[in-house]
């Protein structure tokens, strides 16, 4: 469990999801034990003697943006509800409890928030995440409340402004200082056609990888594949993009076979991308500036009330169409596929992007970072036209 706890503490400071030295993870074994800073593993541990749990995560996060949604929340509110596609389908809500609720022992009242919930937000503290299973498991799960809050607070920025002490300087440092310039340089992508299935396996790990390595995905989503004749090589489900090796299956274009059924919950959209366009590469990945953008609508009278499922228009950010669909459910093998053969790329609604490249994934990855540059600059200037 100790290598584990490296992992996963490595990764949080690496993906700048976490404070690094504002990180501690405990671990349920044989026995109870932690690693991080004292607080704060100690207030792990004293949470997960209540649970039914392998592991917590209980750190800062990088940003403040949780603890600023939570501050921003009416008196009578205790959750926060983003509109993104993770949170619907994971986390449903994010509970979050005020500094002042916390009493001399806040163990048992955080342990029973989490009993059902995978996540909380502690003023004053940061992200509590529990693990049932697996370490991992709390990863993700912290993983994904940061990318949800992220989302959340720029999405209800747009709307309501800066309206707390600090806000604003807070907002600053992150636009001129977490973020970092996006672009393609540095990185190397094989042309097509491929060789043989040990290249195509080896560019499929290496260009995940990429993406989680530039900010496109967050925590163990989004997917990747590659097409060669008659096969799909495509990423497991639940596969983390920086740990593809010996997680990416070869499915058959026909679906001839049950190959398939360990792979990524989009091999439907995939499958009907390549039998659309002369696609031979397919990426998907989350950056969260176009998430942002992608759930912000000017026909506010439409009538429609899931947007991100039962909306039928087809919208344009910067040359990317943007469709709704329900994911891992078909619904973006029917609304994706028509709209990417020509520009190379769409936009899910409050999901992702996906890109492909006809002749590798050199293509596919400038394309996911065109698209988040555009929505990055766009956002700034809609929040600058707003007056904030």
């Not at 469990?1 to 949080?12: G, H, P, V």
């Not at 919208?315 to 709704?324: I, Q, S, W, Y």
């Not at 992007?353 to 050199?362: A, D, P």
């Not at 996911?368 to 200037?381: D, G, K, L, S, T």
Request: charged share 20%; net charge negative; glycine share 8%.
């Amino acid at each position: 469990m100790l290598d584990q706890i490296a992992k996963y503490t490595a990764k949080l400071a690496t993906d700048r999801s976490a404070d690094a030295d504002r990180i501690a993870i405990a671990v349920k074994d044989d026995c109870l034990f932690s690693r991080g800073i004292p607080p704060l593993a100690t207030l792990a541990e004293q949470v997960l003697t209540h649970l039914n749990a392998i592991a917590l995560v209980v750190a800062q996060p990088s940003l403040p943006f949780a603890e600023l949604l939570a501050r921003r929340a009416r008196p009578d509110e205790h959750t926060i509800i983003p509109r993104d596609t993770e949170t619907r389908t994971f986390l449903h809500d994010i509970p979050f409890v005020r500094q002042d609720e916390l009493t001399a022992d806040p163990a048992p009242f955080l342990a029973r928030l989490l009993g059902s919930r995978k996540g909380v937000v502690v003023e004053g503290i940061g992200i509590l995440a529990v693990g049932a299973i697996t370490v991992e498991q709390a990863y993700i799960n912290y993983s994904s409340i940061f990318h949800a809050t992220f989302v959340k607070y720029l999405e209800d920025l747009l709307h309501h402004r800066f309206s707390l002490p600090g806000e604003e300087e807070a907002f600053a440092s992150f636009r001129d200082g977490w973020l970092r310039p996006l672009t393609a340089d540095g990185l190397a992508f094989r042309a097509g056609p491929l060789p043989d299935p040990a290249t195509i396996l080896d560019e499929v790990a290496k260009v995940g990888g990429y993406t989680v390595q530039r900010g496109l995905v967050d925590s163990f989503f989004g997917n990747i594949s590659w097409r060669s004749n008659d096969r799909i090589y495509i990423s497991q489900t639940a596969a983390s993009l920086d740990e593809l090796p010996g997680c990416i299956d070869p499915v058959a274009m026909d679906n001839s076979s049950t190959t398939g059924i360990t792979a990524s919950s989009e091999l439907a959209a995939h499958r009907r991308i390549y039998e659309t366009s002369d696609a031979c590469c397919i990426l998907h990945g989350h950056p969260k500036f176009s998430v942002v953008m992608s759930m912000l609508c000017d026909n506010a009278e439409c009538g429609i009330t899931d947007c991100w499922r039962d909306c039928p228009h087809v919208r344009d950010l910067g040359g990317a169409p943007v469709v709704a669909g329900e994911i891992g459910a078909g619904g973006l093998a029917k609304r994706v596929p028509p709209v990417i053969a020509g520009p190379g790329r769409a936009i899910v609604y409050g999901h992702g992007v996906f890109t492909i490249g006809r002749s590798g994934f050199g293509e596919a990855f400038s394309a996911m970072v065109e698209v988040e540059n555009w929505c990055r600059a766009e956002y700034f200037r809609r929040l600058a036209a707003h007056g904030a």
